[in-house]
């Protein structure tokens, strides 16, 4: 497997590194990247930690779980390769960003600029097979992923956590609230969407006002 790790992420995750756990969950995916289609590509599994270090990260938001289907995933939760057709919560996640900061809807889903302006773009589970959502889940991912929100909670200060939607609003519990900022609403799916629970949080202008708050850039979304 090339799940290769980005230097300052091997160091604060060392210890689950090395945990029982974390080699069944290696094993469990390297088996099934050998006899299964899996996403993302091998070499994108830990594309969020690798394209933001965790000494960069100003924003986390939360994903479930990778998408499926053939060249849609490239290992940044909600975002898609370019030249990919944008799935719906992308269309709602775009829509949102041109009403609260009055900018051009993009051509391209692929949120790599976000990830490389400090925005940790972390799916709970980081793989999957193709066709089949959520099959990787309850392997070990999500142990690990909290693991990695902990380790931004305790270690870090002043992060920005997106929480979209009951799934990622349940890591609350994981975040020190006192250190951080967390902003929750629905999720950006048309579900939750078209009934009121997405359009209007205006996550994006206060994600940048509190960075600018605390002296940091904001992002450019």
């Known amino acids: 497997m090339k799940m290769q790790m980005e230097s300052t992420w091997k160091e604060v995750l060392l210890d689950d590194l090395s945990q029982p756990y974390y080699e069944e969950l290696k094993s469990f995916v390297s088996e099934a990247y050998k ?24 924003v986390v938001i939360i994903g479930q779980d990778p998408y499926h289907g053939a060249g849609q995933g490239n290992g940044l939760c909600f975002s898609v390769s370019d030249g990919v057709k944008h799935p719906p919560s992308l269309i709602n996640i775009f829509k949102e960003i041109a009403t609260d900061l009055d900018k051009p809807y993009p051509d391209s889903g692929n949120l790599e600029h976000w990830a490389d302006q400090g925005v940790l773009l972390l799916n709970a589970v980081l793989t999957v097979e193709e066709g089949k959502a959520g099959s990787h889940q309850k392997k070990g991912w999500e142990k690990f992923t909290d693991a990695i929100i902990k380790k931004i909670s305790q270690e870090r200060k002043d992060v920005v956590f997106l929480l979209w939607g009951g799934f990622a609003k349940g890591k609350a519990k994981l975040i020190d609230k006192n250190a951080h900022l967390i902003l929750e609403s629905g999720h950006p799916s048309p579900l939750s969407a078209n009934r009121g629970y997405w359009f209007g949080n205006r996550h994006f202008s206060k994600t940048n006002e509190y960075l600018k708050e605390k002296g940091m850039e904001p992002i450019i979304w």
């Open 35 to 58: 006899r299964y289609t899996c996403y993302p590509p091998e070499d994108k599994i830990f594309a969020a930690l690798n394209r933001t270090p965790f000494d960069k990260i100003k």
